[in-house]
């Protein structure tokens, strides 16, 4: 009887494991390919940052920008230099 009991825990922690990997995986997000890259001036170093997308807003050019912007529209002119063409 007592082994029986201890299935049932057995099989418990198994469903609460499988619940808590599928949750962990379902906030996992495939990143957009980057389209290019621009430089920004940050703390007085040149930073690295990967642009996943381009667009216009009244006439102002705006980067998808990853990390250190934290994946947000930013304009342009937060970067010193880039390889984007638009």
């Known amino acids: 009887m007592y082994k029986r009991h201890n299935s ?3 099989e418990i922690m ?3 494991m499988l619940c808590l ?3 962990a995986l379902g906030g996992c997000q495939a ?3 980057q389209q290019c890259s621009a430089t920004a001036r940050i ?3 040149d930073v690295y940052v990967p ?3 381009v ?3 009244a006439n102002q050019t705006q980067y998808y920008a990853g990390n250190p912007f934290g994946w947000k529209w930013v304009s342009k002119s937060n970067f010193s230099q880039s390889t984007c063409q638009k």
């Open 21 to 23: 990997a599928v949750s």
């Open 14 to 16: 198994k469903k609460i």
């Open 55 to 57: 667009k216009k807003v």
């Open 43 to 45: 703390g007085g170093q």
């Open 31 to 33: 990143l957009p390919p």
């Open 8 to 10: 049932n825990k057995d």
């Open 51 to 53: 642009i996943y997308g």
